[in-house]
C-alpha cells in the first residue's frame, strides 16, 4: 500500500468516526492502542522475534479473530490489562478506555491497521500519519488539546539555533505530544553522519522528558516510537511524574520546551461538601531562587537546574515572566547573573492554538558558579509589532523566522550585528541592550519594545479586515483569562 492510501484510509475513518460523535482525540488514542499492538505483533514474529512483553490471550491475533460483543469486551480486557505491564508497554495502555462503542466500526479501524506492515513502513511515513491526526486534533478547539501542541515551524526555529550536537542529551519536562523531540531527532539526523554508536545513544538515551496527563503521554510516546525513537520493549523515555515536584536527579545538555499556559500552578482536591475546588501550588525547593505559585516562573527555575554547567536552554514562555514582579524580579535577575541570558525572541499572537497568548522564547546557557555576573548583553529579536499571523489564514511557517534564525548566527552567535539603528534603520528588529541598562530597568523588565506601531499611527495601512477582528477576539479573550483567575481566586 502507498502512503497515500494509507493516509486515505486514516483519515476516512476519522470522518466516519466523528459523524458517531467520536473526536479526533479518542480517534487517535484508538489507533495508538492498535496500531502498537500490531507493531507488537510484528516484531514477535521473523525475522525479529523478539519478547515485546504483551501476553498471549491479549496480543493481535487474539484482538483481530473476534467479532461483534465479543470483541467489544476483549477489548476492554485488553487495554485494562495491558495497562498494568512495566515500561512502554504500560505507559502507552495506562488508562485506557474504548471510546468507540460500535463493535462494527472496531473491527473495520482492526482490519484496516491489519492490512499495512507498521514496522517495514518509514519513519517519515509512519509519523507523518500520525502527527496529521495529531495537528488536526489540536485544531479541534473543543478538546483543548492545542495547548499540548507547539507550532512546528517555532519548534524547528528553537532546534536550529541551539544546534544540538550528537551523544548529548535532551530533556522537556513538559513534553506535550513531543514535539521538540521530533524536531531534534530530524536536525540531528540531517546535519551530521551518525555512527552505529550515536544511532543508538540517539534512539534510546537522548531524550528525557515529563508529562502528567496520561492521554497526551501515550500520544508522545506513540509518536516518538513511530518516528523511531525509543524500543517497544525498553523503558519508557517519558515520566508521569511532574517535573517541579523535586530537584532533578540527573542534569542534561539541552533542555527545549514549551511550558503549560496558565499563569498559576494549582491542584484539584474535594472538600467537605463533595464540591471540587483549586489549591495553588508552590514548590519548596532548595535550588529554586523563589517560591512561587506562578508556574513559569518555577518552569524557569526547573529548566536551569535541569542544565549541565555547560547546558543550554530555548524556553517558550508568556510575557508575564519578563515584567512581573515579586518573585518575577527575583528569578530574572538570578537568572542573568548565572546564567548568559544571551536572547530573547518576541513572539506575535495568532500563532498557539490556545487563545490570547502573548509569549516569547528565551534562549540562554548555563554557567559554572562565579562571582561575576554571567549575561553581559541581550539581544532582541521583535517579531511581534506589526505582525499578523492566523492559524487559519496566515499560518507561522519556517520562512517567516529564517530572518531571526540569520540574525541569531547559530554558526557563532558572537558575531552577531544589529540591524537596528536610531537613524539608519529605526525599524530594525534586532537589536542589542547592555545588562546594565537592563539591570537598571524597574523591576529588571525585560519587557521591551522600540518598533512603531503601524496600526495605532498610519490609518492608510491597516491591516486586513479578517486579521483585524481575529486580533480583537485575541485580545477579548486574553481579557477573559485574566478575568476568569480573578473570578477564581475571588471565589476561593
Same mark, same amino acid.
Given at each position: 500500500?502507498?502512503?497515500?492510501? @494509507?493516509?486515505?484510509?486514516?483519515?476516512?475513518?476519522? =470522518?466516519?468516526?466523528?459523524?458517531?460523535?467520536?473526536?479526533?482525540?479518542?480517534?487517535?488514542?484508538?489507533?495508538?492502542?492498535?496500531?502498537?499492538?500490531?507493531?507488537?505483533? %510484528?516484531?514477535?514474529?521473523?525475522?525479529?522475534?523478539?519478547?515485546?512483553?504483551?501476553?498471549?490471550?491479549?496480543?493481535?491475533?487474539?484482538?483481530?479473530?473476534?467479532?461483534?460483543?465479543?470483541? %467489544?469486551?476483549?477489548?476492554?480486557?485488553?487495554?485494562?490489562?495491558?495497562?498494568?505491564?512495566?515500561?512502554?508497554?504500560?505507559?502507552?495502555?495506562?488508562?485506557?478506555?474504548?471510546?468507540?462503542?460500535?463493535?462494527?466500526?472496531?473491527?473495520?479501524?482492526?482490519?484496516?491497521?491489519?492490512?499495512?506492515?507498521?514496522?517495514?513502513?518509514?519513519?517519515?511515513?509512519?509519523?507523518?500519519?500520525?502527527?496529521? @491526526?495529531?495537528?488536526?486534533?489540536?485544531?479541534?478547539?473543543?478538546?483543548?488539546?492545542?495547548?499540548?501542541? =507547539?507550532?512546528?515551524?517555532?519548534?524547528?526555529?528553537?532546534?536550529?539555533?541551539?544546534?544540538?550536537?550528537?551523544?548529548?542529551? @535532551?530533556?522537556?519536562?513538559?513534553?506535550?505530544?513531543?514535539?521538540?523531540?521530533?524536531?531534534?531527532?530530524?536536525?540531528?539526523?540531517?546535519?551530521?553522519?551518525?555512527?552505529?554508536?550515536?544511532?543508538?545513544?540517539?534512539?534510546?538515551?537522548?531524550?528525557?522528558?515529563?508529562?502528567?496527563?496520561?492521554?497526551?503521554?501515550?500520544?508522545?510516546?506513540?509518536?516518538?516510537?513511530?518516528?523511531?525513537?525509543?524500543?517497544?520493549?525498553?523503558?519508557?523515555?517519558?515520566?508521569?511524574?511532574?517535573?517541579?515536584?523535586?530537584?532533578?536527579?540527573?542534569?542534561?545538555?539541552?533542555?527545549?520546551?514549551?511550558?503549560?499556559?496558565?499563569?498559576?500552578?494549582?491542584?484539584?482536591?474535594?472538600?467537605?461538601?463533595?464540591?471540587?475546588?483549586?489549591?495553588?501550588?508552590?514548590?519548596?525547593?532548595?535550588?529554586?531562587?523563589?517560591?512561587?505559585?506562578?508556574?513559569?516562573?518555577?518552569?524557569?527555575?526547573?529548566?536551569?537546574?535541569?542544565?549541565?554547567?555547560?547546558?543550554?536552554?530555548?524556553?517558550?514562555?508568556?510575557?508575564?515572566?519578563?515584567? %512581573?514582579?515579586?518573585?518575577?524580579?527575583?528569578?530574572?535577575?538570578?537568572?542573568?547573573?548565572?546564567?548568559?541570558?544571551?536572547?530573547?525572541?518576541?513572539?506575535?499572537?495568532? +500563532?498557539?492554538?490556545?487563545?490570547?497568548?502573548?509569549?516569547?522564547?528565551?534562549?540562554?546557557?548555563?554557567?559554572?558558579?562565579?562571582?561575576?555576573?554571567?549575561?553581559?548583553?541581550?539581544?532582541?529579536?521583535?517579531?511581534?509589532?506589526?505582525?499578523?499571523?492566523?492559524?487559519?489564514?496566515?499560518?507561522?511557517?519556517?520562512?517567516?523566522?529564517?530572518?531571526?534564525?540569520?540574525?541569531?548566527?547559530?554558526?557563532?552567535?558572537?558575531?552577531?550585528?544589529?540591524?537596528?539603528?536610531?537613524?539608519?534603520?529605526?525599524?530594525?528588529?534586532?537589536?542589542?541592550?547592555?545588562?546594565?541598562?537592563?539591570?537598571?530597568?524597574?523591576?529588571?523588565?525585560?519587557?521591551?519594545?522600540?518598533?512603531?506601531?503601524?496600526?495605532?499611527?498610519?490609518?492608510?495601512?491597516?491591516?486586513?479586515?479578517?486579521?483585524?477582528?481575529?486580533? +480583537?477576539?485575541?485580545?477579548?479573550?486574553?481579557?477573559?483569562?485574566?478575568?476568569?483567575?480573578?473570578?477564581?481566586?475571588?471565589?476561593?
Amino acid at each position: 500500500m502507498t502512503t497515500d492510501t @494509507i493516509v486515505s484510509k486514516v483519515w476516512s475513518f476519522c =470522518t466516519t468516526l466523528r459523524d458517531d460523535g467520536v473526536g479526533y482525540g479518542d480517534y487517535l488514542e484508538q489507533l495508538t492502542y492498535l496500531i502498537f499492538l500490531k507493531m507488537a505483533d %510484528e516484531y514477535a514474529r521473523p525475522p525479529y522475534n523478539r519478547d515485546v512483553g504483551v501476553p498471549k490471550k491479549y496480543n493481535w491475533a487474539a484482538l483481530k479473530k473476534l467479532k461483534g460483543a465479543e470483541l %467489544e469486551g476483549h477489548y476492554i480486557e485488553t487495554l485494562r490489562e495491558l495497562g498494568t505491564e512495566k515500561g512502554m508497554l504500560g505507559q502507552i495502555f495506562t488508562k485506557a478506555q474504548n471510546k468507540i462503542q460500535d463493535p462494527a466500526k472496531l473491527a473495520r479501524i482492526i482490519e484496516m491497521v491489519d492490512s499495512t506492515q507498521w514496522v517495514t513502513l518509514d519513519a517519515d511515513v509512519k509519523g507523518d500519519i500520525y502527527e496529521g @491526526i495529531l495537528e488536526r486534533n489540536a485544531e479541534d478547539t473543543k478538546s483543548g488539546a492545542g495547548q499540548y501542541f =507547539t507550532p512546528r515551524a517555532l519548534i524547528a526555529t528553537m532546534v536550529e539555533c541551539v544546534a544540538p550536537e550528537p551523544g548529548r542529551t @535532551i530533556a522537556d519536562p513538559a513534553c506535550g505530544t513531543g514535539g521538540f523531540f521530533l524536531s531534534a531527532y530530524d536536525y540531528l539526523v540531517k546535519h551530521h553522519q551518525l555512527d552505529k554508536g550515536q544511532k543508538t545513544f540517539l534512539k534510546t538515551k537522548t531524550f528525557h522528558g515529563n508529562e502528567i496527563v496520561p492521554g497526551t503521554r501515550r500520544l508522545c510516546l506513540m509518536n516518538l516510537f513511530l518516528h523511531n525513537i525509543g524500543e517497544i520493549d525498553g523503558e519508557s523515555l517519558v515520566s508521569p511524574t511532574d517535573a517541579l515536584v523535586m530537584q532533578p536527579s540527573k542534569t542534561v545538555d539541552y533542555v527545549l520546551a514549551n511550558p503549560p499556559f496558565g499563569k498559576k500552578s494549582s491542584m484539584t482536591f474535594t472538600n467537605e461538601e463533595g464540591e471540587q475546588e483549586k489549591d495553588e501550588l508552590t514548590y519548596n525547593r532548595q535550588d529554586f531562587w523563589a517560591t512561587t505559585s506562578n508556574k513559569q516562573l518555577n518552569f524557569l527555575q526547573h529548566i536551569r537546574s535541569l542544565l549541565k554547567t555547560t547546558g543550554r536552554a530555548a524556553v517558550v514562555l508568556p510575557d508575564n515572566v519578563l515584567f %512581573e514582579g515579586g518573585a518575577g524580579e527575583t528569578v530574572r535577575r538570578k537568572l542573568m547573573e548565572t546564567c548568559d541570558l544571551h536572547t530573547i525572541l518576541r513572539l506575535p499572537t495568532g +500563532i498557539f492554538y490556545a487563545q490570547g497568548v502573548k509569549a516569547n522564547v528565551l534562549f540562554f546557557d548555563n554557567r559554572a558558579a562565579s562571582k561575576d555576573v554571567a549575561t553581559k548583553e541581550v539581544w532582541y529579536y521583535d517579531y511581534r509589532t506589526n505582525i499578523h499571523h492566523t492559524l487559519k489564514r496566515n499560518p507561522l511557517r519556517l520562512e517567516n523566522l529564517r530572518e531571526f534564525i540569520d540574525c541569531y548566527h547559530p554558526a557563532n552567535r558572537h558575531k552577531r550585528k544589529e540591524t537596528w539603528h536610531p537613524e539608519k534603520n529605526p525599524n530594525g528588529r534586532w537589536r542589542r541592550y547592555t545588562y546594565e541598562e537592563l539591570a537598571a530597568r524597574d523591576k529588571a523588565s525585560l519587557d521591551l519594545f522600540w518598533l512603531k506601531d503601524d496600526s495605532l499611527t498610519d490609518l492608510d495601512n491597516l491591516p486586513e479586515p479578517a486579521d483585524l477582528a481575529d486580533e +480583537i477576539i485575541e485580545n477579548i479573550e486574553a481579557g477573559l483569562v485574566n478575568f476568569r483567575n480573578v473570578a477564581a481566586a475571588l471565589g476561593r
